[in-house]
């Protein structure tokens, strides 16, 4: 062989090498994952309570996990509560939040979240719950696509957590099958990249710290994410651009911006604390509206945050640096 077959013969094996080691590393060992926790729910009804609040009114897991009924204002999710969507595809209009997708890469059938053993997670241990909530790990140890908001539950405490899953585990079981997801190319393999495991234990900070305490409240009521443009294409918003606004959902055949919530003459900056309570409360019940009048955000939802809370995200929101944002403009 002439040196420069050898040498050819050398890279290839190389290249195999390589692409080889890459597989095994990205199906072998990602997403990265530790075994579900050993995580007890003990269920009082104060607990499940607390857990109702919080799903209803703060998290809106069933936002996503129900369908929604768009020809009402902020799009009610629709009974049967938590029993998933209908798949979405390349063909599926976007509503709401789309990353500039086109349409989505693959297929998406967010799942029954309802106690059935079956077709919901009724079989499935709390800690294996919680996992997938806070680590973005599903039972199978599969990565989650991260429409589901794991990357923002990370920081739901242990002891929400416990409340959420005890209020899940409550609720009637309903039988609604939802088929795998498939993932085009790349999506498939970059989402690998994404979980990371908890360290350790996870606590909320003190209600009396109304400020810390505001802004743990507007991360898991996911205002951060609606509220932050990103980067096309990435999950994480942009640090400095973080609940400044700006963010295109598609309405029928409009495109709306999430407002600049930050202290700008552009965003909250002329609002009163007054203003931002009764801009929560104003709508309690859905009304029928057109598609183009409707909003993405779930007003009448978070109308049902209590004061103590909405006083702490206001309060949150007042010590972020003020920063400009035109609405109008799309900002990602
Ligand atoms: C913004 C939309 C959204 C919200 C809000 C949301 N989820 Fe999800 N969730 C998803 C999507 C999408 C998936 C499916 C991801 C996949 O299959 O890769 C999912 C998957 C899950 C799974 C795994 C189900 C399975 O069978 O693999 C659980 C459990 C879950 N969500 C619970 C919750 C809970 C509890 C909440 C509220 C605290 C919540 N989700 C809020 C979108 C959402
Ligand atoms: C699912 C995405 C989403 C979430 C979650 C969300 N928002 Fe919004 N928000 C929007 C969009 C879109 C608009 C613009 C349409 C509208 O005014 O309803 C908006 C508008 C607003 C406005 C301006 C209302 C007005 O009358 O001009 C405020 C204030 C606001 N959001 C605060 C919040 C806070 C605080 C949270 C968290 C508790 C939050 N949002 C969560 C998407 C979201």
């Known amino acids: 062989m002439s040196s420069l077959l050898k040498i050819l013969a050398a890279l290839a094996a190389l290249v195999v090498v390589v692409a ?23 269920s009082t009804p104060e607990v499940v309570a607390r857990g109702e609040y919080l799903v209803k009114h703060v998290l809106l897991c069933n936002d996503c996990h129900s369908e929604r009924d768009w020809t009402l204002y902020s799009g009610p999710a629709k009974p049967p509560l938590g029993a998933g969507r209908p798949c979405m595809d390349r063909d599926t209009k976007p509503v709401g939040i789309n990353f500039g997708m086109p349409g989505f890469p693959g297929r998406l059938c967010i799942r029954n979240i309802t106690p059935d053993v079956e077709t919901g997670i009724g079989a499935w241990t709390d800690g294996e719950i919680a996992r997938a909530i806070r680590e973005g790990v599903s039972r199978n140890g599969e990565a989650l696509f991260p429409i589901m908001p794991w990357f923002m539950y990370t920081i ?20 609604s099958f939802r088929p795998d997801r498939t993932l085009d190319f790349p999506l498939n393999i970059v989402f690998r990249f994404y979980p990371r495991p908890l360290g350790g234990p996870v606590t909320a900070p003190p209600r009396s710290d109304t400020v810390a305490y505001g802004k743990y409240l507007s991360k898991i009521a ?55 309570f009764e801009r929560f409360r104003r709508h309690t019940e859905p009304f029928p509206v057109t598609e183009e009048e409707n909003s993405e955000m779930d007003w009448v939802a978070f109308s049902g945050m209590s004061d103590e809370d909405l006083g702490a995200i206001w309060d949150f929101l007042q010590t972020l640096p003020p920063r400009e944002t035109k609405l109008l403009e799309r900002a990602d």
């Not at 416990?162 to 209020?167: E, G, L, M, Q, T």
């Not at 205002?223 to 443009?229: K, M, P, R, S, V």
């Open 20 to 42: 080889a080691g890459a597989l095994i590393y990205i199906y072998g060992f990602l997403p990265r994952q530790r075994p579900a926790p050993d995580f007890q729910v003990v």
């Open 156 to 175: 739901l405490s242990d002891e929400d957590t416990a409340a959420v899953i005890a209020y899940m585990r409550a609720q009637p079981p309903v039988e």
């Open 222 to 276: 996911r205002c951060e994410f609606c509220h932050t443009a990103r980067v096309r294409g990435q999950v994480e918003p942009q640090a400095e651009r973080l609940f400044s606004g700006g963010v295109p959902f598609t309405m029928g055949t409009r495109t709306q911006y999430s407002m600049n919530l930050t202290p700008h003459e552009t965003g909250l900056g002329a609002w009163t604390r007054e203003m931002f």
